[in-house]
């Protein structure tokens, strides 16, 4: 008929349902507990994930590409015009060497063979 | 560390930050609705709320931190406090330092709720309807790439989402169980006193 507990006596309905809201509580707190934990590690995944994608949208990753093939193409259409014989490619390449001013005068070398 | 690293960071924070923001932004306006199901208490809704606002705040400090110490960028930690303080896009950058004090705001007075009183939480809790729309102008006008697609579609989510949940609020109106009593006891109230 009833459960004492505590100098307290309630129905055995009433445990029941005192029970299934125990219950209910802790399991809404597990799932508040693994969506808080689920969030956290999806948004350090998420900077991971956003700062790689950014890295290759950004401005000026995907046009130095566009800029260096019109320039190619440039390079080629004056190499054609000014060498109408000419029509072998041989692709081109970016100079190593930074092209520098000299002030310095000129030096003669004398000797050798 | 490598600066191109820290610049990628940043921004991969911000955008975290934001869709943490919105998302908080959306669980305060269902937890204002009082939005509940059998498998969905409602303290679960208030409960996430908390926890992705404090996650929102360690988010956006890794966003500013990145930024400040970032040698390329030169921002400086005045420009994180002072409002557009900064050389690098005054304004979007200044406003970015709004949302951010608006943000702490929010907070430190949701965690000393019990010593401002109810009222005043509330007032400043308001605040949070203009941090989130400064934050999203923040990441328009100084993202280097926010035009591009995919920051884009984010921002334009974010943006629906909370749209979305203020349209509903706006429609639902006040979904306080007391809220009848509490009306026809202040009108009851009213007419005793114009007698």
């Known amino acids: ?113 | 560390m490598d600066n191109t690293l820290l610049w990628y960071t940043t921004r991969g924070a911000g955008a975290v930050t934001l869709v943490l923001l919105s998302a908080v932004v959306v669980l305060g306006i269902l937890s204002v609705l009082r939005v509940q199901s059998a498998g969905w208490p409602r303290f679960l809704t208030v409960g996430l709320h908390r926890n992705l606002a404090l996650m929102t705040i360690v988010f956006l400090a890794l966003h500013i931190v990145t930024a400040v110490i970032d040698p390329f960028t030169h921002l400086g930690w005045l420009a994180a406090v002072v409002p557009f303080s900064s050389y690098y896009r005054t304004f979007w950058l200044g406003l970015g330092t709004v949302a951010f004090e608006l943000l702490l705001a929010i907070v430190v007075t949701s965690l000393v709720r019990g010593f401002i009183g109810q009222s005043a939480w509330r007032l400043v809790h308001w605040l949070s309807y203009a941090s989130w729309p400064v934050a999203v102008l923040h990441g328009f006008g100084t993202g280097t790439d926010a035009w591009s697609a995919w920051l884009f579609g984010l921002q334009a989510v974010c943006i629906v989402s909370v749209a979305a949940a203020a349209g509903y609020r706006l429609m639902a109106g006040s979904r306080d169980p007391l809220a009848a009593a509490r009306s026809s006891f202040q009108a009851g109230v009213d007419r005793r006193e114009s007698k």
Do not use: E, F, K, W
């Open chain 1, 1 to 113: 008929m009833a459960l004492g507990g505590g100098g307290n006596t309630y129905p055995m309905q009433m445990m029941d349902t005192v029970q299934d809201r125990v219950r209910a509580r802790d399991g809404a707190m597990r799932l508040l507990n693994r969506m808080t934990t689920g969030a956290a590690v999806s948004a350090l995944v998420g900077v991971g994930v956003l700062g790689a994608v950014s890295a290759h949208t950004i401005p000026g990753a995907t046009s130095t590409s566009t800029a260096s093939t019109s320039t190619a193409s440039a390079s080629i259409t004056s190499s054609s015009t000014s060498s109408s014989t000419s029509t072998s490619s041989s692709g081109l390449q970016s100079s190593t060497t930074p092209v520098t001013s000299s002030s310095s005068s000129g030096v003669a070398v004398s000797g050798g063979s």
